[in-house]
């Protein structure tokens, strides 16, 4: 279960950047999880998970701790109910998420359909709520089986216990511990199926998707090619691991879209795309206090009620003049060729130099429009 030579982290990470880490925990099972965690907890010694290394930037010198790495599998499933079409899936945090979408699509459960093709393991998944063109995992999440770090107890957390918002969670806020299990709750759509023909996806809730697909918003496609189509997106971004195609050696977005008051948004050019948060017609007018801000410079009307916008992080980045493929003179970390808001490792590039690119990205968007990107990774021994 203890690896006695652990390798480097750029080995386990998809952006392919990381030194040794001192000591790692390869648990199988889920007690084998528990087991390795409340060792390390119970050592003093820091520590830290690791699912797939999809969203994770480790620093050149490795971790001073142990890293425990999530391999456990397996998916429980719990039929509908007579006359129902709701079915529930307990899945292991070691599992591959795109494995459980493909699995969901191949028996017709829809749901997380659009969340096709992201990297990663299922435990790592609530941590940043992921999403991906119009869905976003909290509308299938029901709960997680989780060990607390604080009590080294375990419990079940619901979905609404766990502060899900874009690319945020309490886990990624500071709540300690580990997710054991993901409960999802999916539509089993096929007795409707065996009515027409095909099972069919959840509404096509993104723009561009419903484009590719040649159907209008709110339309429901088979699953099959809603999955395929999100691929084939996905693909042309270089957002679908790829060992063969350096695009795809990232975390990912690199920085999530700003979240600015609207107040704010109209200082920026009348081109740069923003959308109010929820839809227009429900948009709530929410209060924020001045250090929730994670744009800069005092929020006009702060303590007032303030509506709020996001920004395509990508628009500013490309308008602060940095185009697709930029890199620093003599560095291996280039922004992708495909996306702007990937930033990739052309090859042996080191975690310094892709956190020299971050920074440099960041100072020229902050200098052109007065916002600071925030990273979306988490970022382990590094800052910007
Ligand atoms: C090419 C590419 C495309 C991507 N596209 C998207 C996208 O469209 N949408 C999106 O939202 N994300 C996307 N991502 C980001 C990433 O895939 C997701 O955030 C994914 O959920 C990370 O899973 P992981 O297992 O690789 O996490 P890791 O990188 O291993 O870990 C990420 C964080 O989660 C913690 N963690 C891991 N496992 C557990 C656990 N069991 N319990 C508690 N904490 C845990 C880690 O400690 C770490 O803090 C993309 C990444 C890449 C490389």
Same mark, same amino acid.
Do not use: C
């Given at each position: 279960?203890?690896?006695?030579?652990?390798?480097?982290?750029?080995?386990?990470?998809?952006?392919?950047?990381?030194?040794?880490?001192?000591?790692?925990?390869?648990?199988?099972?889920?007690?084998?999880?528990?087991?390795?965690?409340? &060792?390390?907890?119970?050592?003093?010694?820091?520590?830290?998970?690791?699912?797939?290394?999809? #969203?994770?930037?480790?620093?050149?010198?490795?971790?001073?701790?142990?890293?425990?790495?999530?391999?456990?599998?397996?998916?429980?499933?719990?039929?509908?109910?007579?006359?129902?079409?709701?079915?529930?899936?307990?899945?292991?945090?070691?599992?591959?998420?795109?494995?459980?979408?493909?699995?969901?699509? /191949?028996?017709?459960?829809?749901?997380?359909?659009?969340?096709?093709?992201?990297?990663?393991?299922? +435990?790592?998944?609530?941590?940043? #709520?992921?999403?991906?063109?119009?869905?976003?995992?909290?509308?299938?999440?029901?709960?997680?089986?989780?060990?607390?770090?604080?009590?080294?107890?375990?419990?079940?957390?619901?979905?609404?216990?766990?502060?899900?918002? %874009?690319?945020?969670? &309490?886990?990624?806020?500071?709540?300690?511990?580990?997710?054991?299990?993901?409960?999802?709750?999916? =539509?089993?759509?096929? /007795?409707?199926?065996?009515?027409?023909?095909?099972?069919?996806?959840?509404?096509?809730?993104?723009?561009?998707?419903?484009? &590719?697909?040649?159907?209008?918003?709110?339309?429901?496609?088979?699953?099959?090619?809603?999955?395929?189509?999100?691929?084939? !997106?996905? &693909?042309?971004?270089?957002?679908?691991?790829?060992?063969?195609? =350096?695009?795809?050696?990232?975390?990912?977005?690199?920085?999530?879209?700003?979240?600015?008051?609207?107040?704010? +948004?109209?200082?920026?050019?009348?081109?740069?795309?923003?959308?109010?948060?929820?839809?227009?017609?429900?948009?709530?007018?929410?209060?924020?206090?001045?250090?929730?801000?994670?744009?800069?410079?005092?929020?006009?009307?702060?303590?007032?009620?303030?509506?709020?916008?996001?920004?395509?992080? /990508?628009?500013?980045?490309?308008?602060?003049?940095?185009?697709? +493929?930029?890199?620093?003179?003599?560095?291996?970390?280039?922004?992708?060729?495909?996306?702007?808001?990937? !930033?990739?490792?052309?090859?042996?590039?080191?975690?310094?130099?892709?956190?020299?690119?971050?920074? %440099?990205?960041?100072?020229?968007?902050?200098?052109?429009?007065?916002?600071?990107?925030?990273?979306?990774?988490?970022?382990?021994?590094?800052?910007?």
């Amino acid at each position: 279960m203890t690896d006695p030579d652990p390798v480097p982290l750029s080995r386990l990470t998809t952006l392919r950047v990381g030194g040794v880490p001192v000591r790692m925990a390869l648990p199988a099972t889920e007690q084998e999880l528990v087991d390795a965690a409340l &060792a390390a907890w119970a050592s003093g010694d820091d520590w830290m998970l690791l699912g797939g290394g999809s #969203n994770t930037v480790a620093s050149d010198e490795g971790f001073d701790g142990t890293v425990i790495r999530v391999i456990t599998r397996g998916i429980e499933v719990t039929p509908p109910a007579a006359g129902q079409d709701r079915v529930r899936l307990r899945v292991q945090a070691g599992e591959p998420w795109d494995d459980v979408v493909a699995h969901a699509v /191949a028996q017709g459960w829809a749901g997380i359909e659009a969340l096709s093709g992201i990297p990663g393991s299922t +435990g790592a998944a609530p941590v940043q #709520n992921i999403g991906a063109y119009g869905q976003e995992l909290d509308s299938s999440l029901v709960a997680i089986d989780f060990l607390d770090y604080e009590t080294g107890a375990r419990r079940r957390l619901e979905a609404a216990e766990l502060e899900l918002g %874009y690319r945020t969670s &309490a886990l990624k806020q500071g709540l300690r511990g580990i997710v054991l299990a993901v409960e999802l709750d999916l =539509h089993d759509t096929t /007795a409707e199926a065996s009515v027409l023909g095909s099972a069919l996806s959840a509404p096509v809730a993104y723009g561009q998707l419903a484009g &590719a697909l040649g159907v209008q918003l709110g339309d429901r496609v088979s699953l099959a090619t809603l999955r395929d189509t999100v691929l084939a !997106l996905r &693909a042309s971004k270089g957002m679908v691991l790829d060992e063969s195609d =350096h695009d795809t050696w990232s975390a990912g977005s690199f920085f999530t879209n700003p979240i600015v008051t609207e107040a704010f +948004g109209r200082t920026l050019p009348g081109d740069a795309p923003r959308w109010p948060i929820g839809p227009p017609d429900e948009l709530p007018d929410r209060v924020i206090p001045l250090t929730d801000y994670a744009g800069v410079g005092p929020i006009p009307g702060a303590g007032a009620t303030v509506r709020l916008v996001k920004l395509s992080a /990508a628009w500013l980045i490309e308008h602060a003049g940095i185009s697709r +493929g930029f890199r620093l003179p003599g560095s291996r970390a280039a922004v992708s060729s495909k996306h702007t808001l990937a !930033l990739t490792n052309t090859g042996g590039a080191t975690a310094d130099e892709i956190a020299q690119l971050a920074r %440099y990205v960041q100072g020229r968007v902050q200098a052109e429009f007065g916002v600071i990107l925030q990273p979306e990774p988490v970022l382990v021994g590094l800052h910007l």
